[in-house]
Structure formats: C-alpha cells, structure tokens
C-alpha cells in the first residue's frame, strides 16, 4: 500500500498535467491562436499565388484565408451538434 508522502506525489502530478491540459485547451481556443493561423495561412497563400505568376496574388489570397477563419469560428457550433446527436 502507497504511503501518504507518495499519494501527495501523485496527486501533485496529476494536478501538474491538469494546468499544462487546461493550457493547451486555452491556447486551442484562443484568438490569438486562430490570427496567428489566418496570418500564416494567407501569406503562404499569397507567397505561392505570387510565385505562379497568378495576378494581384496579394489579394487573391484574402479569399481562402476568410473562408478558414470562418470554418475555424463555426467548428465549435458544429461540434456541439454532433456531442449532441452522437451516440458513443
């Protein structure tokens, strides 16, 4: 049988992972993250567009970099559905 001294290890250790676990979902969710996501998908959009001699490349990349953001912004709605209807 576990001593005391070796329970309050473990428990420090699984409140440990809990805070790194409760930071990941944090950053998951965060604004930050998802700017972050739509900065560095429209400029390697607008950087490939550009190097294939597409015009007006630069701008052209703004379309599929929005329409991320907004499939980014919707999965959580469309998440809770599928919770809801799904039978585990």
């Known amino acids: 049988m ?3 001294s070796e329970l309050e290890k473990e428990v ?3 409140k440990e992972r809990n805070k790194r676990v ?3 979902k944090a950053w998951e969710r965060s604004y930050a993250r998802r700017a972050l996501l739509v900065i ?5 959009i607008a950087i490939y ?3 294939i001699g597409i015009p007006h490349a630069w701008l052209t990349a703004v379309v599929p970099s929005v329409g991320f953001l907004l499939s980014t912004l919707t999965l959580p709605f469309f998440k809770g559905l599928w919770l809801r209807y799904h039978k585990a």
């Open 12 to 14: 420090n250790k699984i």
């Open 22 to 24: 409760e930071a990941d």
């Open 2 to 4: 576990a001593s005391i």
């Open 40 to 44: 560095f998908t429209y400029l390697a």
């Open 49 to 51: 567009l550009w190097a």
